[in-house]
């Protein structure tokens, strides 16, 4: 996957969708097989990890469909969200320490229930779907 440290080519359908994401400055963005950080801050191997699964999810159905429905439908984007923190817990709980990946999952779990995303779940629901078929 390619870094790119700036703006993705759909920011603005995402903010217009979004609105949140604009006062969220370390928010990156998969399209394609680019990771998109305006911020330019470094990227831990758990988000990327996230952001890979957002790759495949695009390339799996084509970028500019997989983007049409993520804006459209809250039940597709919470799906494309919870695999994607899985697969980041995930990560997080084979290669940190037991403190870090709860700290992670707190954290994780939180980003999900936001309105970065809609207000499309409660953090108590977020925890739980993050959490399932992983032995904690």
Known sequence: MKIKYKYPPNYKEIVERFPAVKRMPGVVVT????????????IP???????????????DMGVKEWWKHYFLYDEFRLKQEVEAYHNQFKYAKLHYGRQQSRKILRKIAKDLSCPMYGNIISKDKA???IKAGINE
Do not use: A, C, R
């Not at 097989?33 to 801050?41: A, H």
């Not at 191997?45 to 390339?59: A, F, G, R, W």
């Open 31 to 42: 399209y394609e097989n680019v990771l998109y950080v305006p911020s330019g801050s470094n």
């Open 45 to 59: 191997p758990d988000l990327m990890v996230h952001e890979e699964t957002h790759m495949k999810q695009q390339n």
């Open 127 to 129: 925890k739980e779907l």
